[in-house]
Each structure stands twice: as structure tokens, then as C-alpha cells.
């Protein structure tokens, strides 16, 4: 047998916004929110991508559901390129494509219900005949852990965690291979980003799901992750096991980030790695690695050649950096 | 599903499920006097143009010339006209004209401009610039001036005082829609819907647009406000209703000649058309700051 082919394959993914303006609405120049990047998701696993706001997580996660058309690359999901498929042939392809939002209260329509919420979801992608509909919107309900009785409600109605469960069961409705969740628990509570997390991990047990994560927060990312992937300015600097990478941090945005995430101890001693300056502008990104405006270690070089990811030797195997000087760097975690 | 029935039934919070966005809406609307007595006028209002031309005992158009320019009396409760016409019976009659004026030609021209406001905010883009430089072109006019235009072109009656008032309210509304199809497309549940495989239909009709409807509600009310004194005007300007319909801009033009020995032949009517407007702006404004979500509180 052959190695398993991954669910989905990213392939020099780019995607650029244009800036309009001058005479005539002309494209002065664009924002490169993703830039050239690939990575490969395999079934039943949970890959999160993190970095800072504007680094290109979110675009990434909407490249893939083709909601912006990606300025070039390959989406393939189960071998199909979803770039070229038509519109109706990507209609169809969504529903194993499913996304859950970070704002739950911009994610659901306040005019609907929760039945209709479900039920229209079923009814677009014909999941179950009209008569059953209902019944399956309970059940749905049911799956992410609210009761019957609320089905006639309306979001106003929800708090916002009940609300993210909605959009949960939403996502559900159409039997979805891939849900990217994007900031799927940050504008929520601690105690309730655990259920809400612990509800994702339980679907994925019994729905057999792959996750993309997108998130800003590692705490979160390192609950619910297998594999990460670190962007920096639209483009990946670090990818790896979960394990290895918050135990080796190659990159040294990596290396800072990691080192920012606040210790339940009080008492333990944190070395910060603070970072100058601000994310320069995607519209102008910085020559040569993109980091190297801020990265403590840069050198002449980091300021012409732009490092390749690359697999180290003495790591284990789909632990990738961007940097020249990974593995020389002082050790850190 | 019946133990399912009787758990909703018992459930304490059902009431809140009923409370529709509607009922809040009312609830406002109620602490605002103003467009309270506004919104009961405009009841008044259509229950006057429906069942007052049966009740009232003159003949709006019939000459009588023993009669003429009487002064208010007990029979002629507003006075007669030049032409020995009851004034009170005439502005009963009116009515219904001014109405239908007011509320078919904001209708047509929210048929018309709530579409293209929609494909423009939607689409964006070259559809966008088509679009919103043809509605340019239209605001580029005075409304009025429009309005004469077109009703010359068409002729002066009833149906193209209509038209010409509802090409008039084409821009304002299709300027509100677009703005606030904007606001709606960026939001999360658009992006919800499309991911789940709408068609662009789907989400124009069941999510979009019933999301702005509100701003659409608020302008059609302000507009019939404008569109009863375009109309008047037209009329006025003997462009609109033909003699001897009893239009009020109409008949205010006929008590002009008038005006310094028996006023009251041209101050009923123009009291009749400010009662009108002013009606439809109140309740209108309060509309706006009762359908705002800013002030749920």
C-alpha cells in the first residue's frame, strides 16, 4: 500500500488582495497575506496554525474553503484541486469543507432560528429528505450538547458559548471530512473554551474529523494539536510534532513565541524573549527572511537570502524551519 | 415528539421565544410619543381615504356655482371652493389620492432601487461602478426638476406623477441598500452559508436581505413623506392630477388666486398636505431610533 495519500495538500499557496486606488480604481500594489506556502493535512489528525494577528492564519483557512479565490497554488482536497473546480462543482465539494467561526455572535444569522439554521444547511447540500430534517437538526443539537428544547430559539437567546455550539452543530450538519476552526474558541471564556475544545477533541473521536486550527493562543494549541505550524508575515517559519516543536524550537519566532506563554507557576522563572519593533507591513515585506527586522540573531545574510524550510538532522523527521541559523541558535524552552 | 411537545410547554423561558425582534420594536416605538401619534395619524389617515368618500353628502366635483368661496359654515364645514365645491368633502376625496400617490410610487421605486442597491453591494466591482454612476446620474438632477421632466414626457395624470415620484426615490434607496449590504456581506454568517454551498440566490434572498430591512422599512415611511409633496407640487404646478380631481396640490393651486379675500380656500388643503407629511416623517423618524440597534436599551 501506498503511503496514505493526505487529505489535503496546500501547494504554493499565494494569496494577494490588491490595493485600489489612483485614477480609475487602478491596483496600486498588494497585500500579500499568504506567500507561497505549502503543507500537507493528513486524516484524523488536528494541525493548528498559529502566529500573531495579520501574519496570514485566517486568509490561509479561507483560501482553503475558497472563500477568496487564492491568487495561485493548489488547494487538493482528496487529490481534487479546489482552485479549478467550477462553481457549481465546488458547491458541491463543500460540504466536506466545513469552517467554524471566531465571532459567535457575527457567525449566525439573527433572523433564524436554530432549526432553520440546521435545516438550511441540510436542505443546500440535500443531506437528508425534507420530512427528516428536523428530526436530524435535533439530533445535531443534541451532538454538541444542547437540548431539544431550544431549537425554536433564536441566537439572541444563547450565550456565547452555546452560540459557538451552534455553529459546531452547523458545521456538523453536512457530514464534513475537514473543519477549520478559526479562532474557534478566542473570543470565549477559559472555563468555557474547555468545553468547547473538549467537545471538538469528542467529535473528532466519533465523527473521525480532521481540524485545522487556527489560533492565536499555544495554550489552546497545545491541548488540542498534533501538529503545528508557525507563519510569520504570510509565510511558514517553523512546522512540526507538537512535541517537538515545544520542546525544540528551531525558529527564533518560534523561540519567542513559545516563550511568552504564561506558566501556571508563579514561582518558575520564564526567560521572555521580547521582540522589537513592530510586524512589518505585508504590503512591503522585509528582503531576504522575513524575521530578520526582528529576530535577535539575524546576520548580512538573513538580510538577502530568504531561508528554505528545512528538515534538521538531528530532528526528527516533518520538523521544518526557515532559518539559516537553526540548530546553532542557544537552545531554548 | 408529543413528550417533546409538553417539555416546551413547560419550559419557563417559552415566552422569550415568541418575543420577536418585532415586538421589541413596538415596545420602543411606545416610549416615543411623538412617532406614536405619528404611526396612529397615518392609521387615521387610511381610514379616512377608505371609508370617507362614503360618508361625506356633497358631491366632490359637481359645480354649483350659487355656492361659490362660502365661508366655513355648518354645511359647508370648510367652506366652498370658486367653484361652489365642499371644501372638507373635496380633502376627504383627495385623500385617497394622495395616498395612493405617496405609497405606489415609494413601492415601484423600492422595487426598483432595493435590487440594484443589493447587486451593487453584493457584487461589487465593475457591476458596482455601472450601477452606482447610473444612480449618480439621477441624483445629478434636482429630484423636482426630474420629476417635471418626466411627468411632461408622460403627460400629466395620476399614473405619471406615480413614476416620476418613484424614479425620484430609485437613488436614495438603492444608496441605503448598498451601504448596507456592505455591512452585511463582511459578516461571519455569509461566509457560514457560502461555505455550506449556498448559491449566491440563497444568500441574497434569505440573508441578506432580510438583515437590512429595516433601513429599507425606515426609508419607504420618510419617503412617502417626500413623494406626497413632490406629488403635490406636480399637481401644483398643473402637471400632475387633472381638474376637477380633488388633488390637494391641485386644489391649492386653485385657491392661490384666492388667497387674500377667502383664504381658507387655499390654507385646508396646504394644512391637509403638512398633516400628511408631517405624519409619515414622525412616525418615520421614530421607526429609525426604534429599529437602531444602538438604543436596545
Same mark, same amino acid.
Given at each position: 500500500?501506498?503511503?496514505?495519500?493526505?487529505?489535503? #495538500?496546500?501547494?504554493?499557496? &499565494? #494569496?494577494?488582495?490588491?490595493?485600489?486606488?489612483?485614477?480609475?480604481?487602478?491596483?496600486?500594489?498588494?497585500? &500579500?497575506?499568504?506567500? *507561497?506556502?505549502?503543507?500537507?493535512?493528513?486524516?484524523?489528525?488536528?494541525?493548528?496554525?498559529?502566529? $500573531?494577528?495579520?501574519?496570514?492564519?485566517?486568509?490561509?483557512?479561507?483560501?482553503?474553503?475558497?472563500? $477568496?479565490?487564492?491568487?495561485?497554488?493548489?488547494?487538493?482536497?482528496?487529490?481534487?484541486?479546489?482552485?479549478?473546480?467550477?462553481?457549481?462543482?465546488?458547491?458541491?465539494?463543500?460540504? *466536506? !469543507?466545513?469552517?467554524?467561526?471566531?465571532?459567535?455572535?457575527?457567525?449566525?444569522?439573527?433572523?433564524?432560528?436554530?432549526?432553520?439554521?440546521?435545516?438550511?444547511? !441540510? $436542505?443546500?447540500?440535500?443531506?437528508?429528505? &425534507?420530512?427528516?430534517?428536523?428530526?436530524?437538526?435535533?439530533?445535531?443539537?443534541?451532538?454538541?450538547?444542547?437540548?431539544?428544547?431550544?431549537? *425554536?430559539?433564536?441566537?439572541?437567546?444563547?450565550?456565547?458559548?452555546?452560540?459557538?455550539?451552534?455553529?459546531?452543530?452547523?458545521?456538523?450538519?453536512?457530514?464534513?471530512? !475537514?473543519?477549520?476552526?478559526?479562532?474557534?474558541?478566542?473570543?470565549?471564556?477559559?472555563?468555557?473554551?474547555?468545553?468547547?475544545?473538549? /467537545?471538538?477533541? #469528542?467529535? #473528532?473521536?466519533?465523527?473521525?474529523?480532521?481540524?485545522?486550527?487556527?489560533?492565536?493562543? !499555544?495554550?489552546?494549541?497545545?491541548?488540542?494539536?498534533?501538529?503545528?505550524?508557525?507563519?510569520?508575515?504570510? &509565510?511558514?517559519?517553523?512546522?512540526?510534532?507538537?512535541?517537538?516543536?515545544?520542546?525544540?524550537?528551531?525558529?527564533?519566532?518560534?523561540?519567542?513565541? /513559545?516563550?511568552?506563554?504564561?506558566?501556571?507557576?508563579?514561582?518558575?522563572?520564564?526567560?521572555?524573549?521580547?521582540?522589537?519593533?513592530?510586524?512589518?507591513?505585508?504590503?512591503?515585506?522585509?528582503?531576504?527572511?522575513?524575521?530578520?527586522?526582528?529576530?535577535?540573531?539575524?546576520?548580512?545574510?538573513?538580510?538577502?537570502? $530568504?531561508?528554505? /524550510?528545512?528538515?534538521?538532522?538531528?530532528?526528527?523527521?516533518?520538523?521544518?524551519?526557515?532559518?539559516?541559523?537553526?540548530?546553532?541558535?542557544?537552545?531554548?524552552? | +415528539?408529543?413528550?417533546?411537545?409538553?417539555?416546551?410547554?413547560?419550559?419557563?423561558?417559552?415566552?422569550?421565544?415568541?418575543?420577536?425582534?418585532?415586538?421589541?420594536?413596538?415596545?420602543?416605538?411606545?416610549?416615543?410619543?411623538?412617532?406614536?401619534?405619528?404611526?396612529?395619524?397615518?392609521?387615521?389617515?387610511?381610514?379616512?381615504?377608505?371609508?370617507?368618500?362614503?360618508?361625506? =353628502?356633497?358631491?366632490?366635483?359637481?359645480?354649483?356655482?350659487?355656492?361659490?368661496?362660502?365661508?366655513?359654515?355648518?354645511?359647508?364645514?370648510?367652506?366652498?371652493?370658486?367653484?361652489?365645491?365642499?371644501?372638507?368633502?373635496?380633502?376627504?376625496?383627495?385623500?385617497?389620492? =394622495?395616498?395612493?400617490?405617496?405609497?405606489?410610487?415609494?413601492?415601484?421605486?423600492?422595487?426598483?432601487?432595493?435590487?440594484?442597491?443589493?447587486?451593487?453591494?453584493?457584487?461589487?466591482?465593475?457591476?458596482?461602478?455601472?450601477? +452606482?454612476?447610473?444612480?449618480?446620474?439621477?441624483?445629478?438632477?434636482?429630484?423636482?426638476?426630474?420629476?417635471?421632466?418626466?411627468?411632461?414626457?408622460?403627460?400629466?395624470?395620476?399614473?405619471?406623477?406615480?413614476?416620476?415620484?418613484?424614479?425620484?426615490?430609485?437613488?436614495?434607496?438603492?444608496?441605503?441598500?448598498?451601504?448596507?449590504?456592505?455591512?452585511?456581506?463582511?459578516?461571519?454568517?455569509?461566509?457560514?452559508?457560502?461555505?455550506?454551498?449556498?448559491?449566491?440566490?440563497?444568500?441574497?434572498?434569505?440573508?441578506?436581505?432580510?438583515?437590512?430591512?429595516?433601513?429599507?422599512?425606515?426609508?419607504?415611511?420618510?419617503?412617502?413623506?417626500?413623494?406626497?409633496?413632490?406629488?403635490?407640487?406636480?399637481?401644483?404646478?398643473?402637471?400632475?392630477?387633472?381638474?376637477?380631481?380633488?388633488?390637494?396640490?391641485? +386644489?391649492?393651486?386653485?385657491?392661490?388666486?384666492? +388667497?387674500?379675500?377667502?383664504?381658507?380656500?387655499?390654507?385646508?388643503?396646504?394644512?391637509?398636505?403638512?398633516?400628511?407629511?408631517?405624519?409619515?416623517?414622525?412616525?418615520?423618524?421614530?421607526?429609525?431610533?426604534?429599529?437602531?440597534?444602538?438604543?436596545?436599551?
Amino acid at each position: 500500500m501506498t503511503a496514505s495519500q493526505p487529505l489535503l #495538500q496546500v501547494i504554493n499557496l &499565494k #494569496q494577494y488582495f490588491p490595493i485600489k486606488g489612483g485614477f480609475f480604481g487602478a491596483t496600486v500594489n498588494h497585500v &500579500k497575506a499568504v506567500d *507561497d506556502i505549502s503543507f500537507d493535512v493528513h486524516e484524523g489528525e488536528t494541525v493548528s496554525i498559529v502566529g $500573531e494577528s495579520g501574519c496570514g492564519k485566517s486568509t490561509t483557512g479561507r483560501s482553503i474553503l475558497r472563500l $477568496e479565490h487564492p491568487s495561485a497554488g493548489e488547494v487538493r482536497f482528496q487529490g481534487k484541486d479546489m482552485v479549478s473546480l467550477s462553481s457549481s462543482e465546488l458547491r458541491q465539494t463543500r460540504k *466536506d !469543507l466545513q469552517i467554524i467561526f471566531q465571532d459567535p455572535y457575527a457567525s449566525i444569522n439573527p433572523r433564524q432560528t436554530v432549526a432553520d439554521v440546521l435545516m438550511e444547511a !441540510l $436542505e443546500i447540500q440535500s443531506i437528508v429528505p &425534507k420530512a427528516q430534517r428536523r428530526e436530524r437538526a435535533l439530533e445535531l443539537l443534541e451532538t454538541v450538547g444542547l437540548g431539544a428544547y431550544q431549537i *425554536d430559539r433564536y441566537p439572541h437567546e444563547f450565550s456565547g458559548g452555546q452560540r459557538q455550539r451552534i455553529g459546531i452543530a452547523r458545521a456538523l450538519a453536512v457530514n464534513p471530512k !475537514l473543519i477549520i476552526c478559526d479562532e474557534a474558541v478566542s473570543a470565549l471564556d477559559v472555563s468555557i473554551q474547555a468545553q468547547i475544545l473538549n /467537545l471538538l477533541k #469528542q467529535l #473528532q473521536r466519533d465523527f473521525k474529523l480532521t481540524y485545522i486550527f487556527i489560533s492565536h493562543d !499555544l495554550g489552546v494549541v497545545r491541548h488540542i494539536s498534533d501538529r503545528i505550524i508557525v507563519m510569520y508575515l504570510g &509565510k511558514i517559519v517553523e512546522i512540526a510534532d507538537k512535541k517537538s516543536l515545544f520542546e525544540k524550537p528551531q525558529h527564533p519566532y518560534t523561540q519567542a513565541l /513559545l516563550s511568552s506563554i504564561p506558566t501556571y507557576d508563579p514561582k518558575a522563572k520564564t526567560e521572555r524573549i521580547p521582540l522589537k519593533g513592530d510586524v512589518p507591513s505585508p504590503i512591503d515585506p522585509p528582503e531576504g527572511c522575513r524575521f530578520h527586522t526582528r529576530c535577535p540573531y539575524a546576520q548580512e545574510r538573513c538580510r538577502v537570502e $530568504e531561508p528554505k /524550510l528545512v528538515n534538521l538532522k538531528d530532528l526528527q523527521a516533518g520538523h521544518e524551519a526557515a532559518c539559516h541559523y537553526a540548530g546553532d541558535l542557544p537552545e531554548r524552552n | +415528539m408529543t413528550g417533546l411537545a409538553t417539555q416546551n410547554e413547560n419550559d419557563p423561558d417559552k415566552a422569550v421565544i415568541s418575543t420577536s425582534n418585532w415586538r421589541l420594536v413596538y415596545r420602543k416605538l411606545k416610549k416615543n410619543k411623538t412617532a406614536l401619534w405619528g404611526g396612529y395619524l397615518i392609521l387615521l389617515l387610511i381610514l379616512v381615504a377608505i371609508v370617507g368618500p362614503y360618508l361625506t =353628502t356633497h358631491d366632490p366635483v359637481r359645480v354649483d356655482f350659487s355656492n361659490r368661496l362660502q365661508s366655513p359654515s355648518a354645511e359647508f364645514w370648510l367652506g366652498t371652493d370658486h367653484n361652489g365645491r365642499d371644501i372638507f368633502t373635496r380633502l376627504i376625496h383627495g385623500m385617497q389620492i =394622495t395616498l395612493i400617490v405617496g405609497f405606489s410610487s415609494v413601492l415601484v421605486g423600492a422595487v426598483i432601487g432595493v435590487p440594484l442597491g443589493i447587486l451593487a453591494g453584493f457584487y461589487g466591482g465593475a457591476l458596482d461602478s455601472v450601477i +452606482m454612476r447610473f444612480i449618480d446620474v439621477l441624483l445629478a438632477f434636482p429630484g423636482i426638476l426630474l420629476a417635471i421632466a418626466l411627468v411632461s414626457v408622460l403627460g400629466g395624470s395620476i399614473g405619471s406623477v406615480i413614476v416620476a415620484v418613484a424614479v425620484f426615490s430609485i437613488p436614495t434607496f438603492a444608496r441605503v441598500v448598498r451601504g448596507s449590504t456592505l455591512t452585511i456581506k463582511k459578516l461571519e454568517y455569509i461566509d457560514a452559508v457560502r461555505a455550506l454551498g449556498a448559491t449566491d440566490l440563497r444568500i441574497i434572498v434569505k440573508h441578506v436581505l432580510p438583515n437590512i430591512l429595516s433601513p429599507i422599512i425606515v426609508q419607504s415611511t420618510l419617503r412617502i413623506a417626500i413623494a406626497i409633496l413632490v406629488a403635490s407640487a406636480l399637481s401644483f404646478l398643473g402637471l400632475g392630477a387633472q381638474p376637477p380631481s380633488p388633488e390637494w396640490g391641485r +386644489m391649492l393651486s386653485d385657491g392661490r388666486n384666492y +388667497m387674500f379675500d377667502y383664504p381658507h380656500v387655499a390654507l385646508f388643503p396646504g394644512l391637509a398636505i403638512v398633516v400628511a407629511v408631517l405624519a409619515f416623517n414622525l412616525f418615520g423618524d421614530g421607526l429609525r431610533d426604534a429599529l437602531d440597534p444602538k438604543t436596545k436599551k
